[in-house]
């Protein structure tokens, strides 16, 4: 979608032409801190997000962000943006929404936060409906359980996907499915004699940066048996944990579902417990948007690839 932002020429005022797509790459880097991790939550490449910084610094005439070497850091003006571009891209969700109602077609954005694999989640036959019925773009973020319920809770996601009830009274959550866990290590620890609970505690372990059940369900399991976990490795998207482990890091608790077919063909080794480990998966939304015609239309599509 395109925004006109200034008068024409006949007025002495360039006339410029913003691109929707360019403030949301906008508001990805400055939530993200980073182009590269906004890259990859907007499923996009870096040179396509850095050309819409740059085309933007350049229509607004002010410079967004620092660059630094950790990072993408706002400056005052890019702060003050910042407040102004969540304005313009709520108000483009409003008018599709006030579309939808006229043509009753149901048109509009929609930002997902996912914690699983698209396959885990069931998500390509439900885009696939929602293509063929209704206007709605879906943009898809990757981040943990805990990233989703932060993103919820500051309006920068419409729904998600998480593991457990996080019990926050202010969120709708709908039960899709229960899903089984396992701890899985690389392929150099394939051995005749599994590791000790003990060995097991001293490998590196690769943990989520932040609120993460399935990090709570390791450290319990470890606890009672009087360990703590070696804890060195912090990540902000879940699947940087399973390219982490196939280069030989150390292990994790993954979904099944996600490493059945690397642990089959040897590449991934499985560490056995005594009984299966079972997470609850659930789809998030606020309460005040359940009501929603895009999240209804979502839920329902969704829903069906759970029955």
Known sequence: MMLLNRQSDRNNVIFVIMDIYRLSSFIAVAEQGSIHKAAINLN???STISGHIKLLEEELGIVLFTRQSRGMRLTDSGKRILLRAREIISSTNKLYAEASLITNTITGDLIIGINAPIDCL???EVIKELDDSSHIRIMLKNLS????????QNNEL???FLFENPNISSLNLTALDVKKLVFVLPHRFKKDKELSWEEMSRLTWICSDGYCPH??????????????LNKKIFIEQEETKLSLIQK???PALLLEDEVKALIDN?????????????SQLYFATRNNNINDPKIKLFMHSLMKQFV
Do not use: A, C, M
Not at 145 to 152: H, T
Not at 215 to 228: A, R, V
């Open 215 to 228: 990090q709570e369900i390791t450290e319990s399991l470890f606890k009672k048996k009087g360990l703590s």
């Open 266 to 278: 040897n590449y991934l080794v499985q560490w056995s417990l005594p009984s299966d480990i079972y």
């Open 248 to 250: 030989g890091v150390g």
């Open 122 to 124: 069931r998500l390509s």
């Open 158 to 160: 419409d729904g998600g």
């Open 145 to 152: 359980s805990g990233k989703v319920i932060d993103g919820l």
């Open 44 to 46: 996009s490449t870096v």
